[in-house]
């Protein structure tokens, strides 16, 4: 069965850190880019994060360059998203996806590349 899960998400104060892992099962996680994707309350599903396969290429929401920074480990079948700095508008449950690319350096922004998704993980900022 193909699943990504994610993790690592909860409550923190605004100006506090968090890391959020997908680990994925089923599926070789080294041969798709990944990216994270974040949906609050009354918004629209949009791009955080996406990472190649290759791990040369990244790419962040302008929202959170600077503040954020995307990992993987292809050994542990694993990506993570380390936000810094966090602010009450990154409320949202975030998400993790996993892209097809058609090179080692290929990511994607728009959820409609993305293949497989797991079931997101919720943060909270307060202030």
């Known amino acids: 069965q193909v699943q990504l899960v994610e993790s690592g998400g909860g409550l923190v104060q605004a100006g506090g850190s968090l890391r959020l892992t997908c680990t994925a099962s089923g599926i070789t996680l080294s041969t798709y880019a990944m990216g994270w994707f974040r949906h609050a309350p009354g918004k629209e599903r949009e791009f955080v994060a996406a990472i190649s396969w290759s791990g040369r290429n990244t790419d962040f929401a302008s929202s959170l360059k600077g503040r954020a920074t995307i990992s993987r480990d292809n050994a542990k079948n694993t990506v993570y998203l380390q936000m810094n700095s966090l602010r009450p508008e990154d409320t949202a449950v975030y998400y993790c996806?996993?892209?097809?690319?058609?090179?080692?350096?290929?990511?994607?922004?728009?959820?409609?590349?993305?293949?497989?998704w797991g079931q997101g993980t919720l943060v909270t900022v307060s202030s």
């Open positions: 996806a996993a892209h097809l690319p058609y090179s080692s350096s290929n990511i994607a922004y728009t959820d409609a590349a993305y293949d497989i």
